[in-house]
């Protein structure tokens, strides 16, 4: 169950860089108005600049106006002419306009009496009238009204300069001061410079007068001129239109009294061009390497971040998951468990929270005996399986080695129950694992969660008690939790604690039961039996200590420790045989065979004379590998018993199958009360003892009648109390010495222990 990548944490950097992305482009974006807005606004400036020129040029050739006006109007001459209220036309247009006419290229040459009426006017060869003057009068009459009055006329002054300059002559002059107005104005449609001046005497200060004549000017602004301030001011193409005439980069030339006289356009200078030509794709080619870096970097950064946290996500999974099975691990299981009890708690919901807790059966031996692969490969098998047990809501972790735990939400009442035959009834496929085919149980242990349960690991206890007493029970099947079977379990826990403290030790100690032959009364072996003296506990029997042993893991240890221990003692038995019980656990080992070799040269037993009692249910589970070792052991001279037989699932086949020197009929069959109705079967026992030659042991003969019943039998061998309880190996010297007498009278039994 992988760990789902948070989605927000993604869209979050993504946003991030988006978002970086963004104020780049937009830190670009402005850079580039910037650039922009620089590259116009020197071309503005310049364009400004220019045109201030232009402005001031004009200005400058108003002044120059005044200034080619001012030596005929300036004169003692003219004033004197004025100064008697006559001036001869001829004088006029001889003396003076046709100076300015053809010297500066005035256009229109007026003289005015003190009444501004037009007295003369001269223009290019010809007289003029004041109807020459209509259009442009109605400008003109501000200019006059200042010159007469002193009163400063509305427009912008063009004649400041000339102004100053002549301060500077009445200095040096006696003469009244003249009074003079220069405007750039509109004649009809074009714009002229209109120059007016007093008539004033230069020396003679009688002839001045308060209200003089006037000298009137009218200079076209023609192209000529706009051509000759283009080459001053290294302007090109500077050109003034007719106002109709649209023209892009045209302003309107507007006159002193701000009427618009056409447009005026140039080929303006543009500083800003090389903002636009050079350094605006060298920027926008920044821009975009920037922006592609970015993006770069942005990209590798998620890229890291995605590395990191897929990292990050594997190593939280690898917290919470078993590596093998791929499945949650007891502390992720302990969490969710934690989680799932306290939403229990709140929620009034009538389903339980039921742990499972599922240990496969003799796991152990899978790894033994195929090997830890296959262990490996049976545990990744087993989780897929009980994963389709599960709901939605539902858990299945892996709490170590065969251990797994199932957390489900069940309904009260069969949940539990139906839970556990689903569990139970997961493992009756084989598995298929290296081209065997395994047959594995395993036991359940269920426990419910109840609502005042609080502490996880309280649910998880019951359910393994429960395992537990599964196990004990017999294995491949559940158990439901059921109070009192924490004490009992503890209990046994403690056994086993104190067994395996107790192996190697002299606790475990061995008793040694006589066998007779039915037929010569004599002791024909001794079974070994284990004892297990506790300390404070006392005798142990076997049949409580070996179970526990064996569901703990001990039997192979503990199974060496008594093997040892009977080899160790195997010469007090001199000449009769030994029998040995070995548990289903020891005779799937491997190593079993060559471990009885060695013991028995070590102690120098024949092994002719050690028969190995195995229990009949052993046969059950008895598969290729069982049947070589038995092979094997009987090729190393080891004689094979078939113990307690009748108890387990008899099969006969398994008697044809492993060829048993002897079989020992369970003693449940052998009392005198059932011995009757008993009798058919134990006479089919000896019939077939004999078919196929082995010897027949009669266990657990009590009584005279009962040894005289399984002889009648025609048993070949006895054991019993009444032959003899089994006795310490001190005793048996003893024993054999006194009893090897012949059956037809045997003696009251000697009862080794009290
Ligand atoms: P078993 O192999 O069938 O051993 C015979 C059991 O019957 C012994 O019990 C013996 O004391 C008891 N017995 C013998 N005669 C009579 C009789 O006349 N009446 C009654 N009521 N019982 C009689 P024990 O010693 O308690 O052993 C019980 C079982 O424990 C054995 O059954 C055997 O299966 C197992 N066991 C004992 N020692 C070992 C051992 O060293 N290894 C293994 N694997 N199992 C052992
Ligand atoms: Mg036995
Ligand atoms: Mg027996």
Redesign the pocket.
């Known amino acids: 169950m992988p760990l789902s990548r948070p989605v927000d944490s993604e869209a979050k950097l993504r946003a991030t860089s988006f978002r970086v992305t963004l104020m780049l482009a937009a830190t670009g974006l402005a850079l580039l108005i910037v650039i922009i807005y620089a590259g116009l606004s020197m071309n503005r400036s310049a364009w400004q600049y220019e045109h201030a020129r232009v402005d001031a040029e004009l200005t400058e050739i108003v002044n120059q106006t005044l200034m080619e006006q001012k030596p005929w109007a300036f004169w003692d001459e003219a004033a004197l002419f004025a100064h008697h209220g006559r001036i001869p036309r001829k004088w006029f247009e001889e003396q003076v306009a046709a100076s300015l006419v053809e010297g500066y290229r005035h256009e229109q040459i007026y003289l005015l009496d003190p009444k501004d009426r037009v007295i003369h006017g001269y223009g290019r060869g010809r007289r003029l009238t004041d109807q020459q003057l209509k259009a442009l009068w109605p400008s003109i009459r501000p200019m006059l009204h200042e010159i007469r009055t002193g009163i400063r006329r509305p427009y912008i002054r063009r004649d400041a300069a000339f102004g100053s300059a002549q301060k500077r002559y009445e200095k040096l002059s006696s003469a009244r001061s003249g009074r003079w107005a220069a405007n750039i104005l509109k004649d009809g449609g074009r714009p002229v410079i209109v120059s007016i001046m007093t008539i004033t005497p230069t020396t003679e200060a009688r002839l001045a007068s308060d209200r003089p004549h006037l000298l009137l000017s009218v200079v076209p602004l023609d192209q000529q001129i706009f051509d000759a301030i283009g080459r001053h001011l290294d302007l090109e193409g500077l050109k003034l239109t007719p106002t109709r005439r649209s023209n892009p980069g045209a302003i309107p030339f507007v006159t002193d009294d701000g009427r618009t006289a056409g447009m005026l356009a140039w080929t303006a200078a543009t500083p800003g061009e090389p903002m636009f030509t050079r350094i605006l794709p060298l920027f926008a080619i920044l821009l975009a390497v920037a922006l592609f870096y970015a993006r770069l970097v942005l990209r590798r950064l998620r890229d890291t971040h995605s590395l990191l946290y897929e990292q990050e996500a594997h190593s939280r999974f690898l917290a919470l998951h078993d590596g093998l099975s791929q499945l949650p691990n007891r502390r992720h299981f302990m969490t969710e468990l934690r989680r799932k009890l306290e939403r229990l708690a709140e929620s009034e919901s009538p389903h339980r929270l039921c742990v499972a807790y599922v240990d496969v059966d003799r796991f152990k031996d899978v790894n033994d005996v195929i090997g830890h692969g296959a262990g490996d490969a049976l545990v990744t098998q087993i989780g897929p399986r009980l994963k389709t047990l599960l709901g939605p809501d539902d858990l299945l972790a892996r709490l170590g080695g065969d251990e797994f735990a199932i957390l489900k939400i069940v309904a009260d009442g069969d949940g539990q129950r139906l839970l556990g035959e689903a569990i139970i009834s997961a493992f009756t496929h084989p598995f298929l694992i290296e081209g065997h085919c395994i047959e594995v149980t395993a036991s359940v242990g269920i426990a419910v969660a109840h609502p005042g349960d609080a502490e996880p690991e309280g649910v998880l206890r019951d359910a393994d008690i429960s395992l537990y007493k599964a196990k004990e029970e017999g294995r491949n099947r559940y158990v439901l939790f059921k109070r009192g079977m924490a004490d009992e379990i503890h209990a046994r826990r403690r056994t086993e604690g104190d067994l395996r403290t107790a192996i190697g030790t002299e606790q475990i100690c061995?008793?040694y039961?006589p066998l007779i032959s039915t037929r010569t009364g004599r002791v024909s072996a001794f079974?070994?039996?284990?004892?297990w003296q506790h300390p404070s506990r006392g005798m142990i029997?076997?049949?409580e200590f070996?179970p526990i042993a064996e569901q703990g893991g001990l039997?192979l240890p503990?199974?060496d420790h008594?093997l040892e221990k009977?080899f160790r003692e195997a010469a007090a038995f001199d000449g009769v045989e030994l029998a040995?019980?070995?548990?289903p656990i020891?005779l799937r080992q491997r190593r079993l065979p060559d471990r009885l070799d060695q013991l028995a040269r070590r102690f120098s037993v024949d092994p002719g004379k050690v028969i190995l009692?195995i229990?009949e249910s052993m046969l059950l589970q008895a598969d290729e590998v069982t049947s070589e070792i038995f092979d094997r052991l009987r090729r190393s001279g080891f004689r094979l018993a078939l113990?307690?037989f009748g108890t387990g699932y008899s099969s006969l086949g398994y008697l044809g199958r492993f060829a048993f020197d002897k079989i020992?009929i369970?003693?449940s069959f052998i009392s005198s009360s059932s011995m009757e109705t008993l009798r058919p079967i134990l006479e089919g026992i000896v019939h077939i003892g004999r078919g196929l030659r082995v010897d027949v042991v009669a266990?657990?003969?009590?009584s005279a009648e009962e040894l005289a019943m399984v002889q009648a039998l025609g048993c070949n061998e006895a054991?019993?109390?009444?032959i003899s309880?089994?006795m310490p190996i001190t005793s048996v010297p003893a024993f054999l010495a006194s009893e090897r007498t012949p059956i037809e009278r045997p003696k009251p039994p000697r009862l080794a222990r009290g």
């Open positions: 061995i008793e039961q079974e070994a039996l284990a004892r029997p076997p049949l070996i039997m503990l199974g008594i009977v040995i019980n070995l548990s020891q009692e229990t113990d307690d020992k369970d003693r266990e657990g003969i009590e054991q019993g109390y009444y309880r089994p």
